[in-house]
């Protein structure tokens, strides 16, 4: 091993600007913490100033919930008027209340009845978070009459079929299960639907959930209010605003007012919270585990969520991890319904403990109390990070801190995170004690056939994983120290595994200074659309060709253009 405690480099540290912070902080470090808590997310704002019913004001005086946040103040009174809203506000901010409040008013003042079939749908990219949002409206509903339900992939189609057949007035529910009932589910009464949410709907109309989202918008009712809430947002969203709003204004010959654009935290220098604490971690790949390792051994008293690119990782280390008595919940996609409600519910049950996942709970999830968030693997954009290092800090007064583990060939998504309006500061691990612990794990892993076929697995789709990641230039996969991963995965060699990598991009090319200096040329233009066709442009060539610096460019003009874009877009909406 070339060192024996991970830290930061002098270019990182030069880079990012902030002291080095060692895991038992000085004095000094200890009162600047002090006096670094949260600010409270609350306004003065009572509910009871809004002309809220009965019904709704006792549940939310039961829940706990007396002021404001101030998405929550700023977007209730306009969506109880019925207005069209996109509301942006940072991870844990009661985006949730904000949009079921006002949709549970609509329902209770139009006095719905079952019969009158579905009047509000609220989409969500996963099953846990649509379960959590039920969860939610479920104490707001209770003491209405009217009804709610749940349909969400990995449970039986047909009780939820029967459920809509009766008639549920508030659906929540995950798109793909949403699209096979409106496609399948005979007598599914939608037509009199009168709000839509679109809950994380950067992400929901974004690439992966496109398809899917097209469908299920081209059959719903587009005389409609509609809310799209996220603590990050992108230019797909005021597309889609755009675009589903226009059409909505077309069919009503009465002018629409126009649609709100709330983005709380648009001019706050951070896109975090205040109450969280950002470090990063510079590690070799072989020492990468051990660091966690030893990391999760100091922290034992604490609530920890660990995030890991693929599920094959997560299985890997929970097994390992267990293997070595150390006990810890695990969630990732492909595990069953019950077995991932048991692992997420006993770790939000648990005071202290360790969770496993990859990003499936990454988004939304409302767990109390996470004192560490612990980004093992990078994510694959500075969105992801912050909506991982979302799961702390989270609510009334939140605090909690975050961990990045970054390989050295990996710093340069500092400078990314930095121009999303994230910075991190310094952590060491001493893993010196921890050393010896790497012979014994590979003989554990050696000797247990199970365990090393996860391992196996586990290493060849981190391989994989980090060939796929479109940022190549601080995640190349040719830069891989394969020796270094396999030992992160208790291999004393790396295991022979069939993984078919891009070819090797060229480190620098001929041209570089001429395409630099061209894409540099790019910036100037203030005109958007010029820059933009000119990224497009360049973009084809460049990927052609290919070399690290061409990739850094891309990646940087890519970002302004998507900056300039949002901006653009997004001064076409009302701000309030
Ligand atoms: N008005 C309020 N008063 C006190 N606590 C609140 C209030 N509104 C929400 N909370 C609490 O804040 C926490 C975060 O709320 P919520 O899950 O709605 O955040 P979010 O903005 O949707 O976060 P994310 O972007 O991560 O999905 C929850 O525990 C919730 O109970």
């Known amino acids: 091993m070339k060192r024996k405690g991970t830290q930061m480099d002098g270019q990182a540290a030069a880079q990012e600007g902030e002291g080095q912070v060692e895991e038992s902080p000085s004095k000094k470090a200890k009162a600047a913490k002090k006096g670094r808590g949260a600010v409270s997310i609350l306004t003065n704002r009572a509910f009871s100033d809004l002309p809220l019913s009965e019904p709704t004001l006792k549940a939310l005086d039961e829940m706990g919930f007396k002021t404001m946040t101030e998405i929550q103040a700023r977007t209730i009174p306009l969506l ?126 974004g690439l992966n959930f496109k398809d899917e989202m097209e469908e299920i918008l081209k059959r719903l009712p587009m005389k409609r209010q509609t809310m799209l809430f996220s603590a990050t947002q992108s230019t797909e969203v005021f597309e889609f605003a755009k675009l589903s709003f226009k059409k909505k204004a077309a069919e009503n010959e009465a002018a629409q007012p126009k649609t709100v654009y709330i983005g709380v935290d648009d001019k706050k ?41 693929t599920r094959q990782a997560v299985k890997f280390y929970s097994e390992l991890l267990r293997y070595i008595n150390i006990e810890c919940f695990h969630m990732e996609g492909t595990q069953k319904q ?39 693997d990078a994510p694959r954009e500075p969105e992801m990070y912050i909506h991982r290092v979302g799961r702390t800090a989270r609510g009334e007064d939140g605090e909690g801190k975050a961990l990045i583990f970054l390989l050295t ?84 060699s790396p295991p022979k595994v069939n993984v078919s990598l891009e070819s090797r991009p060229s ?41 690290l610096v061409h990739w850094i460019l891309i990646r940087r003009l890519e970002c302004r253009a998507a900056r300039c874009a949002a901006r653009h877009t997004r001064s076409e909406f009302l701000h309030i």
């Not at 051994?297 to 920890?304: A, I, V």
């Open 338 to 376: 019950s077995a991932q409600n048991s692992n997420l519910h006993g770790f939000i049950q648990a005071k202290s403990g360790i969770l496993l996942c990859t990003d499936v709970a990454a988004r939304g999830i409302d767990i109390p109390s996470v004192d560490w968030v612990v980004q093992y």
């Open 409 to 492: 060939q990996e710093l340069t998504f500092l400078s990314y995170l930095k121009e999303a309006k994230v910075s991190v500061m310094t952590q060491k691990i001493d893993i010196t004690k921890t050393l010896p612990l790497q012979i014994l794990l590979e003989k554990i892993v050696g000797e247990n056939y199970y365990l090393s076929q996860s391992a196996k697995s586990a290493y060849k789709s981190c391989i994989e994983a980090y060939n796929s990641h479109q940022n190549k230039s601080s995640f190349n996969v040719h830069k891989l120290d394969l020796k270094g991963v396999a030992k992160s995965f208790c291999f004393s």
């Open 507 to 547: 480190i620098s090319g001929p041209e570089s200074g001429a395409a630099r200096h061209t894409v540099q040329r790019a910036y100037e233009p203030s005109d958007l659309n010029r820059t933009v066709h000119f990224l497009r442009a360049y973009q084809s060539r460049l990927h052609a060709r290919g070399s």
């Open 269 to 309: 220098p951070k896109a975090t919270v205040s109450g969280l604490q950002q470090y990063c971690c510079i590690v070799e790949s072989e020492e990468k585990f051990l660091a966690l390792y030893t990391f999760l051994k100091k922290q034992r008293s604490k609530k920890t969520i660990v995030f890991f690119s």
């Open 80 to 205: 109880l008027e019925g207005r069209d809203v996109i509301g942006a506000a940072q991870t844990g901010s009661g985006k949730t209340l904000a949009f079921l409040v006002p949709a549970i008013e609509m329902m209770h003042f139009a006095r719905c009845l079952p019969r009158n079939g579905t009047k509000v749908i609220v989409i969500s990219p996963t099953r846990e978070l649509a379960m959590q949002t039920h969860h939610v409206a479920k104490g707001l509903f209770n003491h209405h009459t009217q009804t709610l339900g749940l349909a969400v992939g990995g449970v039986p189609i047909g009780k939820e079929a029967q459920q809509l057949v009766k008639g549920v007035n508030l659906l929540v529910a995950t798109p793909g299960r949403l699209l096979d009932h409106l496609k399948k589910t005979k007598n599914f009464m939608y037509k009199n639907l009168e709000c839509l949410v679109i809950d994380e709907a950067d992400r929901m109309l």
